[in-house]
């Protein structure tokens, strides 16, 4: 007599899904969830006589795939989305934004600003964000009350803002915010200079001690102008990762962000040492900043991640959209077609981004044992038809008003369309308040 099913949690009954480890589709499966985690993807008529789920969700027409990360965001400037448009790096960062974050930025605007942005990503797909920005204390309680997995970093410069005055008062208050959310099981920490042009050798030598103390990450925008290098040669006589790699910064632990002006001798050093890179094709698009050299790097054996950076810059957070940037771009620059397939681009938007955050053992891919980080993404609208590949149609076809269903360590977030942790009328509302705060004071 055969066994009696197991008890189970929840069954996703899809037309497609996207595993990503191993790469490949797997058609008309269920997908088998228990205490938060995936435990199993069979056909249908296995999955009855295996499991006996006390709910079961059917989704005839989507692909399922891992939770999207985005491996790169400043969450709370969705406050700010549209405010200094068509400007350049500098300009826009020293005539715009910085002036406006002396003005308004406050724990406040931090919790609004980060609840704007959950909503936004949740409803794009994305599960885990690694955020940089003031007030992590106030961040990390927006990611929790919307049960999103997040990375949160703790910003560090060596000028003061409203936040902090000196960089050892960036690090105490940081690390202090990381102590009280230690507990929090979506949320971890990382140490987050800002960028090569802001932190000293010091500070960063500093924050690399603490990060090596604590096992945290550490990232830093990085390369990201053709400007930047250039002053970064005449100074010290090395590119920007030359001068971080001689303070010993470099490593497995070691976050690149942006990564657009990156030389030949750059990508071996990143390769050599195991290090990431966060591409933000849209946001470097917008800021005039260059083209990534994704191929150079993957061909090295460079982990490329995906990330939407603010919605300041971007101004979307969306890494959807950001996977067929990723890939026409990277396409267009070597010249060669078959560079950056779809199958690379969700594999950047899922599993390399969760391996650069230090997550790979829990998410960026649906298998037995990780967290069920999950989306469903509705294939079915005439737009979409027909439907040959889904991944390359979740790439190159699809859009975020295509996700129905959100699941992060089990628990659905985005139900039908609606998110459930969330209210979106008060959200909406208080982005409201802040445009007109920010309006009268322009």
């Not at 009350?145 to 560090?156: K, Q, Y």
């Not at 992060?408 to 979106?424: F, M």
């Amino acid at each position: 007599m055969p066994p009696a099913p197991r008890p189970v949690d929840l069954r996703i009954d899809a037309r497609w899904i996207a595993p990503v480890e191993p790469p490949g589709v797997l058609a008309d499966h269920a997908l088998i969830v228990d205490d938060g985690r995936v435990v199993a993807m069979l056909p249908g008529a296995d999955a009855s006589a295996a499991y006996s789920p006390r709910q079961t969700v059917v989704r005839p027409s989507h692909l399922v795939i891992p939770g999207l990360v985005n491996a790169h965001a400043h969450s709370a400037m969705s406050l700010m989305r549209g405010i200094a448009d068509d400007v350049a790096l500098q300009p826009w960062l020293e005539q715009h934004i910085w002036p406006c974050e002396s003005r308004f930025v406050s724990p406040e605007f931090v919790r609004d600003g980060t609840l704007l942005a959950c909503a936004e990503m949740i409803r794009s797909g994305i599960t885990t964000c690694s955020d940089m920005y003031f007030y992590p204390d106030a961040a990390a309680g927006a990611y929790d009350a919307a049960g999103l997995r997040a990375v949160v970093g703790v910003p560090i410069l060596d000028f003061a803002t409203r936040y902090a005055a000196t960089a050892e008062d960036y690090l105490m208050h940081g690390l202090a915010a990381r102590d009280a959310w230690r507990h929090a099981p979506l949320l971890s920490f990382a140490l987050a200079p800002h960028a090569p042009y802001t932190v000293s050798d010091a500070t960063f030598t500093r924050a690399l001690t603490y990060a090596r103390q604590l096992d945290l990450p550490l990232e830093t925008h990085l390369a990201e102008t053709r400007d930047e290098v250039d002053s970064a040669r005449a100074a010290t006589g090395a590119t920007t990762l030359g001068r971080l790699d001689r303070l010993g910064v470099t490593g497995p632990d070691f976050i690149a962000i942006h990564g657009v002006h990156l030389d030949a001798t750059d990508i071996a050093r990143l390769a050599a040492h195991g290090c990431h890179v966060v591409h933000c094709p849209a946001s470097n698009m917008k800021l005039a900043s260059g083209i990534a050299p994704v191929a150079a790097l993957l061909q090295a054996g460079v982990n490329v991640a995906l990330g939407t950076d603010g919605a300041a810059s971007n101004n979307r957070l969306d890494i959807l959209s950001e996977m067929r940037l990723a890939c026409l771009l990277a396409k267009v620059s070597t010249g060669d077609a078959a560079t950056l397939p779809a199958a690379e681009a969700l594999a950047m938007a899922t599993i390399n981004g969760a391996r650069a955050l230090g997550l790979d053992r829990v998410t960026g891919s649906l298998q037995p044992g990780k967290d069920a980080d999950l989306v469903a993404v509705d294939l079915a609208a005439l737009p979409l038809q027909p439907v040959f590949d889904p991944v390359s149609h979740l790439v190159h076809v699809a859009d975020r008003s295509c996700v129905s269903d959100v699941w992060v360590r089990g628990a659905r977030i985005l139900a039908d369309g609606a998110l459930t942790t969330l209210d979106e009328a008060a959200i909406r509302a208080q982005a409201l308040v802040w445009q007109q705060r920010l309006l009268t004071s322009s």
